[in-house]
């Protein structure tokens, strides 16, 4: 329902009905709400239903009031551009100023912070490409209520306001390679990608409450391969992929296209496939790690709708290090405080597949419910020499360069001082580029590799930034920064 479902992409941008996130089709256009003209679907029961209307009445009440409010209409105006432009920096940060406008107009009004949900119909509020004009913002203009923008005949995920704009700003959309893309790919090409790799999670995964899509080769290779600085996810797991479906079907070309298969599972293997290729390059001209009997990482900040939940994925390290037997993760981070109290503290083997388990090979994980620098602490204090470095500490999308800066003080200073092997990724070259910075101010000297750069191994599951024109985001998409022990600290040998 509307109140407990977040709306996918599609529905955010106008796609499909915010209730039930049915797509519109060809021959047939959603219904709008006559107040706040949110789109739904009249064939799915009633038009906003009695629940949905009840989660729904204060954000389109709110909405409508601010259309119609002076003060208001007057500040979602005023820093409109004159004209159309090709410049998405500059109409992404005129993005930024009008959402936060609107958020804080809609903020007062409801007299509380809106919900995730009342956010995301906010901030994916289609924008005209060339000059950020929402719907609201040409029915606040032109005073018709059916006033609206068009869209993209190709992707139908990128907008216009009226013909002389999307004339300034099309080349650019259809033919130039979008800068936070990945293949040289146009952002109306990667707009496609995005809307199939969409459809394709509903259909894999059509109830999200239940879990996460997440697929690994069941093989263990022969030896440690190491992995190249460009993104190969087709050469790493699609030929699996392609013999597995031979297998099952008879035929390579049946079953599950390839190419949106391999995104949704580098949605998950970016997790392992980052470890690997962040130890490959903080161990330089040494493959000692590749021949440890036992494989320590620590996982830093790490949540519950990430790491832990795709936990399984784990497990590809094992499959890639034939010589490793034992996996131990430690996944910290305060958000654990949510998992049941007997999950909590105690070192728990997992399931492995049948190759590793024949092979008598283990993966263990234990979750802390602390940020790192205390469970730091409290090992030390149990006992001399109570902590033990692990091989490797990361964090995963860690956002230690926007809202959680002081949560991440006592960590990153603690990673520094004890030179711990570490890697920071983030989803934006924003986050990237920000929490190299500080990393450097802490003391820690970058190994160049290791960010800030795009990640080859991060997911190729692209989601449009909220509240701009143009940008795209990943889970893990970047490497913020890696330094270690001897190799990325002021005072190393």
Request: glycine share 6%.
């Amino acid at each position: 329902m509307f109140a407990t479902k977040v709306p996918p992409l599609t529905a955010r941008v106008g796609l499909a009905c915010h209730s039930c996130f049915t797509e519109r089709s060809t021959d047939k256009a959603l219904a709008r709400c006559s107040k706040c003209r949110s789109d739904y679907d009249e064939a799915s029961n009633e038009p906003f239903s009695q629940r949905d209307w009840a989660s729904h009445k204060a954000l389109c009440k709110t909405l409508h009031k601010i259309e119609h409010d002076p003060v208001a209409r007057a500040s979602l105006l005023f820093n409109l551009p004159e004209g159309p432009s090709s410049d998405s920096d500059i109409l992404n940060r005129i993005c930024t100023v009008n959402a936060g406008n609107l958020i804080a107009l809609i903020n007062a009004s409801l007299n509380r912070p809106m919900n995730v949900v009342e956010q995301n119909i906010v901030v994916y509020e289609p924008k005209c490409l060339a000059c950020t004009r929402t719907d609201r913002i040409l029915r606040i203009e032109t005073g018709d209520p059916s006033a609206g923008l068009k869209s993209c005949s190709e992707c139908h995920l990128a907008f216009f306001c009226s013909e002389a704009h999307w004339k300034a700003v099309s080349y650019k959309h259809i033919s130039e390679p979008s800068t936070d893309g990945h293949d040289g790919l146009s952002q109306c090409a990667l707009n496609n990608d995005i809307l199939i790799n969409a459809r394709f999670d509903v259909i894999m995964n059509p109830n999200p409450q239940s879990g996460v899509f997440q697929w690994a080769p069941e093989r263990v290779k022969d030896m440690w391969m190491p992995l190249p600085n460009e993104p190969a996810w087709d050469a790493e797991v699609g030929e699996h992929l392609r013999r597995m479906t031979k297998k099952h079907y008879g035929d390579a070309r049946r079953g599950p296209p390839t190419k949106p298969f391999i995104c949704a599972s580098s949605e998950g293997l970016s997790f392992p496939m980052t470890i690997l290729y962040a130890l490959q390059n903080l161990n330089q001209g040494d493959d000692g790690w590749t021949k440890k009997d036992t494989l320590t990482i620590h996982i830093l900040g790490a949540s519950v709708e990430k790491e832990v939940m795709f936990g399984q994925t784990f497990e590809e390290i094992l499959h890639c290090l034939p010589k490793v037997r034992t996996l131990k993760l430690l996944l910290c981070g305060p958000d654990l405080k949510s998992l049941p109290g007997g999950d909590l503290g105690r070192e728990v083997a997992m399931e492995v597949c049948p190759l590793c388990r024949r092979r008598r090979r283990k993966r263990i994980h234990q979750h802390v419910a602390s940020k790192y620098h205390d469970y730091v602490q409290n090992q030390k204090s149990k006992r001399p020499n109570g902590f033990t470095q692990p091989d490797l500490a990361i964090a995963f999308n860690s956002g230690c360069s926007q809202s959680e800066v002081e949560s991440w003080k006592g960590t990153i200073k603690i990673l520094v001082d004890e030179r711990i092997p570490t890697v920071f990724t983030s989803y934006d070259r924003e986050e990237a580029e920000g929490e190299a910075a500080i990393l450097r101010n802490a003391g820690a000297t970058l190994v160049p590799i290791l960010g800030p750069r795009k990640n080859p191994w991060g997911s190729q599951v692209l989601r449009p930034e909220p509240n701009k024109v143009e940008g795209y985001f990943a889970s893990n998409g970047w490497l913020c920064a890696g330094f270690g022990k001897g190799l990325g600290v002021k005072g190393s040998t």
